[in-house]
């Protein structure tokens, strides 16, 4: 059995002691000496970092589109927000990749009222790695509205017919009826939302879920509403047909050209088209007409894309729109005006002395160049330059405006008596 010497026990705590705090000092003195190598490790990494993917500063290639945050609730914004312009910092491998969705844009609108308004654009970067360092501008013109619900027919609007030997039938939607809102100004001119269809490719019963889009009743869309549902379930029974025929296209014209203007001619072409249909609808149709063709007011010539009006039930073969070329000439016509000559040439201290107190003057042009015609601005003169007294006939010359030309002056000849 071991026994310690006397006195044994104390001299081994001390050693133990000693040994303890020779480790500690060892270990305290490893640990700065760790630290001091990670934070040399990250500062290098930092460096060479640097070094091989530099920060760049510049301007985002693209334009960021501004979202309007809390709008007030009985208002709507009209029009749209310009985009602004960014310009960031991002390493230098990370430009190619960054795009509008880079940062967020957005213009809070909490607390302003009804009209036209300023407010600052407020721009947040999606990654952390992109600092956002200036926006261009700093603030945006908004435009508030009042907040308008309508509720607007629902329309279908045939963009092009069955393939051949098919025809189409009355088409079944719903819902029938659908709530347009948005900035009063735009809603009030929305007259309906119509679902375009396409059943160029339909054989059978036609059944899709179309996007609805707000239109005006003169045809073009308004942006700026939205529409509620914003879809329509469409069908279309399709049957098929195998009569077919070719029909001649007459051009549909209303309205009249401006005063002095006329219609000269309307070209369709092509001249006819094939159509497929019922035997008993095709066998009385000799033409089709246009959609209507506006020529109102119209003072010059011009070429329409327009679709064809077909009975219900019929359907155009291979196209459902004609070029209708509209050739609008000035009305030509003739007017008479009484001048009175002018003597020119006269030598001084001679007299002269016509034997006509007015020359009738007849003139030809186009209607509105004759009716701003006056008799003012034509002028007649006879030249008596050279001669010495006596009497003489002489031809007396017109001088008319532009596009207006003579037709006859009389009388062709005049008197003159020289003093």
């Known amino acids: 059995m071991f026994e310690a010497p006397p006195g044994g026990g104390r ?33 290098l990494w930092v460096f060479i970092s640097n070094e091989q993917n530099p920060p760049r500063a510049g301007i985002l290639p693209v334009r960021i589109p501004v979202q309007p945050v809390n709008v007030p609730q009985d208002l709507d914004l009209l029009g749209r927000i310009e985009p602004v312009v960014v310009r960031v910092s991002a390493p230098t491998d990370l430009w190619g990749q960054m795009n509008e969705s880079t940062v967020e844009a957005t213009v809070d609108l909490d607390g302003m009222k009804e009209g036209e308004g300023e407010a600052p654009v407020r721009v947040q970067s999606r990654d952390a790695r992109v600092k956002v360092l200036e926006v261009i501008p700093t603030r945006v013109r908004v435009e508030l509205d009042v907040l308008r619900r309508q509720v607007v027919p629902v329309q279908i609007n045939f963009q092009q017919g069955p393939p051949l030997g098919f025809a189409s039938e009355q088409p079944r939607f719903d819902p029938e009826q659908v709530i347009v809102q948005g900035p009063e100004r735009l809603v009030a001119a929305v007259s309906a939302a119509v679902a375009d269809v396409n059943l160029s490719t339909a054989r059978s019963l036609f059944r899709q879920s179309l996007q609805l889009v707000p239109r005006a009743s003169r045809g073009y869309d308004i942006s700026g509403v ?7 379930v469409v069908e279309v029974p399709i049957t098929r047909q195998i009569n077919y025929v070719s029909v001649a296209v007459a051009p549909e014209l ?9 219609v000269a001619e309307a070209r369709v072409s092509p001249l006819t088209v094939a159509v497929v249909g019922p035997q008993d609808v095709l066998q009385p149709l000799g033409a089709v007409k246009t959609q209507p063709i506006d020529v109102g007011l119209a003072t010059a010539s011009f070429s329409r894309i327009i679709g064809l009006d077909l009975p219900l039930g019929v359907n155009a073969v291979d196209r459902n729109q004609v070029q209708v070329d509209v050739v609008i000439r000035p009305v030509s016509g003739t007017a008479v005006f009484q001048v009175a000559p002018q003597l020119v040439g006269v030598p001084p201290g001679f007299s002269a002395q016509l034997d006509v107190p007015a020359v009738s003057v007849v003139v030809a042009g186009e209607g ?16 008596a330059g050279g001669r010495s007294p006596g009497i003489y006939v002489l031809v007396p010359q017109v001088v008319l405006p532009p596009n207006i030309r003579l037709v006859r002056a009389t009388p062709e000849q005049v008197g003159i008596t020289i003093r």
């Open 11 to 43: 001299r081994v705590a001390r050693e133990v002691r000693r040994a303890s705090l020779g480790f500690l000092g060892q270990f305290g003195q490893n640990m700065s000496l760790g630290a001091l190598a990670l934070g040399l490790s990250i500062f």
């Open 226 to 232: 939205r529409v509620e549902p914003h879809t329509v």
């Open 254 to 262: 209303r309205g009249s050209p401006s005063p002095g203007y006329w």
């Open 368 to 383: 509105p160049s004759l009716r701003e015609l006056t008799a003012d601005k034509i002028t007649v003169t006879v030249n």
